[in-house]
């Protein structure tokens, strides 16, 4: 004993044994004889946890706990570590003697007694805490709502999957729910994740190797291939398994869904076909009658133009590159100018002036339209103000308006902060929505219009006859215009069907007390008829082309002071 009372380490020496035998870890001890290692002793926590008694398991080689499991990456770590006499710590399964598993977190510590070099073996169960890792890995790389894996999740296991089969014929799929934030809107975010959740399940039903959900409602798959033909029959399978309606609480819809895939042999690069599917998917989306999209060399190049327009389209919105051309819009019996829509225009650099068509899709995509809208919104209505100013009956405008910029800005906000900086009348302003705007009847979409309506501002239904729009939601709405679309007008001469859908949409915008605009009028036999029928007023080339804000000015002039006919 020390003098300060303390025992000295040779004191407690005679009693580490007892001390070993009752911990609560496993103790081994092997001897290094040649390319073996028996165990020359093991304590009581060892036998618990194995199931081995000591009597079984002395002698044996220290790998017996492996059994036949001899492929695990640490193995060969912790062989050269007892080669070289070094420590190691590795966790390992190993197998007890009843045959269960469990995970080893073993810790080796090398020490010589004389020459003999033995090993000190701590074992411990961790068993508990590897599931519980497992868990939450599996939970971080799970999707909450689908139960598919998350994007990144897919991208790493297609890597490693594509990396065992470089050679094998691989085929990636993309899909994507068709107006899926209408229906988001419409039903609500329960519904909208029931259904998301119900497709989910669908897919994981169709024997692809993997299923992720990549984004708000889009998906991929991936298959191994015997061959390359047999991918059009897979792809089949899966607009099979989703064409049945989907019945979730709440809702029983059926879902549209553009698909695009690719094939080909990965060589180790899952990247390229996911990207190449999800451009094939962006072409589908561009074409949605279209069925199904392998992708084409033709879409890369695509891709490629809409990833340049993006580019050049940031660099327009920053130089304001933008303006608006009118169109007017006539009393069809007197020929009198009542108003005009609003058509935006790109002054590109290189290429002049370009259509919508051309633009209007990539810059809404990109979110680039909504960097537009109010000063869209405040080039309008300045342009009304200044030609209104001195009209005894002044022009109405009417400005496009996408579901993007209705539904995630606030619309009636924006309008009366435009209307008070540009002192517009607000009866001069009517924005043009399409039919899937108003096929949502939640609170937030119904409380917007009515709000715009307050303000004085109108609300059109563009394209009305071309979607779904019932007559419910017309007459619950407070629209204060319908706009018949230019495919029937086209063909009001000679369809007499044609003919009896417009006096219908005519008779019903008359009976709820709305202006009825009719779009795509091109000749006088047209214009005609629609009077005839009572449409109040149309628009189309027979009354003008659209032209710039001083162009349209000084048609209107010649128009009030008799110098031009009217239409």
Known sequence: MAKNGLLTADAIRPILPALVEELTD???????????????????????????????????????????????PDIARIRAAIE????????????????????????????????ELLYLGIVRDVSAMRQAHVALD????????????????????????????????ILVVKLDVIGFHDLNNGYGFDVGDALLAETGRRLREVGASLVARMGANEFALTYELPDEASAESIVTLISAALAADFTVPG???????????????PLGNAISLIRNAGTALWAAKSDPLGGPRRFRDADYEQARRRVRMTRELKVAVANDEFVYHFQPQVHLLTGEWVGAEALIRWNHPLFGSQLPGTFI??????????????????????????LNANRAKPLRFSVNVSAAEFLQLDMAEMLDRVLR?????????????????????????????????????????????????????????????????????????????????????IELG???????????????????????????????????????????????????????EPA
């Not at 036998?47 to 706990?65: S, V």
């Not at 809702?251 to 042999?265: C, H, M, P, Q």
Request: a neutral charge; glycine letters at 10%.
């Open 84 to 115: 070289a006499g070094e420590p190691a710590d590795a966790t390992l399964r190993n197998y007890r003697k009843d045959g269960s598993e469990f995970w080893n977190s073993l810790s080796l510590r090398p020490t010589r007694l004389g020459d």
């Open 361 to 386: 899709e990539t810059a809404e995509r990109s979110g680039l339209l909504l960097e537009l809208t109010e000063r869209s919104l405040t080039t309008v209505a300045t342009f009304a103000g200044r």
């Open 26 to 72: 496993g103790i081994a001890i092997a001897q290094r004889m040649g390319d073996n290692s028996p165990v020359i002793y093991v304590n009581k926590s060892f036998e618990r946890l194995t199931g081995y008694t000591r009597k079984e398991i002395l002698g044996k080689d220290c790998r017996h706990l492996q059994g036949n499991d001899r492929d695990q």
């Open 510 to 564: 008359r009976a709820l007390g709305l202006t009825v605009v009719a779009e795509g009028v091109e000749t006088e036999a047209q214009r005609a008829m629609l009077s005839e029928m009572g449409c109040a007023v149309g628009q189309g080339y027979l009354f003008g082309f659209p032209s710039d804000g001083e162009s349209f000015m000084a048609s209107l002039a010649r128009m009030d002071s008799g110098q031009m």
């Open 138 to 169: 599996r939970v971080a790389n799970m999707d909450g709502t689908t139960g598919c894996l998350n994007r990144q999740s897919f991208i790493v296991a297609a890597e490693a999957r594509f990396a065992k089969h470089a050679s094998a014929t």
């Open 421 to 505: 900086l540009t002192g517009a009348d607000p009866a001069w302003l009517t924005l043009e929505i399409t039919e899937s705007m108003f096929l949502s009847d939640t609170p937030g979409v119904m409380d917007a219009f009515e709000r715009l309506r307050q303000i004085g501002v109108g609300l059109s239904v563009d394209d009305f006859g071309t979607g779904y729009l019932n007559l419910r939601s017309l007459e619950a709405f407070p629209v204060t215009e319908i706009k018949i679309d230019r495919t029937f007008v086209r063909e009001l001469t000679t369809k007499p069907s044609k003919r009896v859908i417009v006096r219908a949409i």
């Open 251 to 265: 809702a029983n819809v059926s879902l549209r869904f553009a698909i695009g895939y690719a094939i080909g042999k």
